[in-house]
């Protein structure tokens, strides 16, 4: 019998914690004993995992001065320790790149499986602690995991070529896995009330996850300012986030008269209802992995416009090989625009219109003036979603590596 510990950074509506989630859910199903720790558990948690749930902080990490912030990530692994100790777990996965320190240092002995979930070149080019000892992990103390999972073949190439990981052997590219039956379900609740039926009665493009600077959002403020002048549309939030990134958002909402078109609906428990009334499903990231929105935007039927900030996304979104330079290209799921990223993370200091935000503009129009795109969706929607099989995915992320089969 397998005793699974789930490790994750936070409980609210993101992709690995959403991830974690399905992991759970499914493994328990099987029979096996699971349970999680949260490294930090806060009041506005949407996933929660009941009476299966450590945590090890009440208080995020923001609100920690320099000297508690050192003492959480010394004494995480140890109080991690002792929990796979108690519980007596013979698997552990962590999820990002905290979790995955904290687990590498416990000096324990189940099969230990961390997970590397977006484009580290860039997360990491600043230089901050905690960014420095990401990067020193991947010469060291990764080398304590059984397996390390990359949920694409760019996130491992990058992490080889850019990143200077030491342990090629231990890793693997495994697809994010997704419940697709339980996501179609989800997406046939009705709306909350007539306020929201009122907003997806327009054109409307949805956004959801956090609002980060790798999600750069202001990127699509931007697009559907032009989106407005053709289409009577909507464009929706769902998520929360940095508050710097929030403040920035509003003052372009403000300056381009957006204030009637643009609505922020905060965390959702479930959003896969909102995503099956949109248009379309938009990303403007600066990176990403594989976003899990993607997958479930395919599972209930919702075309994409997605920037091209990883082949990740191509590899989600299309069944072939294509490369994004200058020109929007047509995929099965959507639409791949061209990368908005500039080489710099952060609130940018000038907000001039840069061609790449007019692509993604053009992108938006043609989505939501065009059904076939939805058609076509609903034709290719099998073959895109075969590799995410959850069946399949959690069986071979608890397997050893078989590492005559895992090249590049």
Known sequence: MKNILLIIPYGSVGGMERLALTFYNHYKKQGYKVKTVKLIKLKSDIINFGNDEYHLSK????????????????????????????????????????????????????????????????????????????????????????????????????????????????????????????????????????????????????????????????????????????????????????????EHINKLIIQYNLKDRVFFLGRKSNPFKYLKKADVLALSSHYEGTPNVIVEAIAVGTPVVASYCTDGIIELMSLTKHIVKDENVIVEAGIVTPNLYKGTLGIPADNSFIPEEKKLSEALQKIISDKNFKINLKTERAQLLKKFDVNSISKQYVTPINNTTNAI
């Open 59 to 246: 208080k995020d990490l923001s609100s920690f001065n320099v000297v508690n912030r050192f003492l959480f990530y010394l004494n995480s692994p140890l109080r991690i320790r002792r929990i796979i100790k108690k519980e007596r777990f013979t698997h552990s996965i962590s999820f990002g790149d905290m979790a995955n320190i904290f687990s590498s240092l416990t000096c324990t002995k189940e099969f230990k499986i961390g997970s590397i979930h977006s484009f580290k070149s860039i997360e990491l080019v600043s230089n901050s602690y905690f960014h420095k000892l990401t990067k020193l992990g991947y010469k060291t103390t990764y080398k304590n995991f059984d397996k390390v999972v990359c949920i694409s073949k760019a996130i491992k190439e990058d992490l080889l070529e850019k990143c200077g990981f030491k342990f090629p052997e231990k890793l693997e590219v495994i697809y994010n896995p997704h419940d697709i039956e339980k996501i179609e379900s989800l997406s046939n609740e009705p709306l909350k009330n007539t306020h929201e039926e009122e907003l997806f009665s327009k054109k409307s493009v949805l956004f959801i996850g956090r609002l980060s600077l790798e999600k750069s959002p202001w990127h699509l403020i931007k697009a559907f300012h032009d989106v407005v002048y053709s289409h009577d549309a909507n464009l929706i939030f769902i998520g929360d986030g940095d508050k710097m990134v929030s």
